[in-house]
């Protein structure tokens, strides 16, 4: 088995952890952005009873589909890990592939095949975009020390 990560959670628990932090990220963002277009449609006088009436309309359903994306996600992620015994970047790729698939399964299989191949590739962005990232910060060049530090006896030389 490859590197496994075991700051995280067994693999159920990972489940609901993921669930309910998409659960909550979906719920605030989506409060903040029904917030102000609820504000901004109501008139003049009405807008914050407008931003709060459209904040408890629409937050939680935001929310209620970020943390289906987010517990279906991290569920194949779980499967795929059990299945193929290694933990890299085509878990989550082919997770991504699954759950786009997935939830979009009831428009039709050409749609569903369409937003399976959108998802990966955004999970194959993602993953690239991390990876990248980690070698960048991890090649930085080591820090060198001053000349003067090194040789004591040169240090009136500055003076």
Known sequence: ???????????PWVILNDFGGAFAMGAV???IWYGIKGARNSPRGERFPGAISSI????PVTGGNFGIWGGMFST??????????KEDAWNAITSGFMTGGCL???SGPKAALG??????ILLGVFEGVGVLLSRVMSEGQPPQ?????LEPSRVS???
């Not at 937003?115 to 990966?120: I, P, R, T």
């Open 157 to 159: 030389d500055f003076d």
């Open 1 to 11: 088995m490859a590197s496994a990560d075991h700051t995280r959670d067994p693999c």
């Open 29 to 31: 963002g989506g409060g």
């Open 115 to 120: 937003s399976a191949v959108a998802c990966g």
């Open 76 to 85: 194949f992620d779980c499967a795929v890990k059990g299945y193929r015994q």
């Open 104 to 106: 979009a399964l009831r």
């Open 56 to 59: 408890k309309a629409r937050a």
């Open 145 to 149: 020390a001053c000349a003067f530090l």
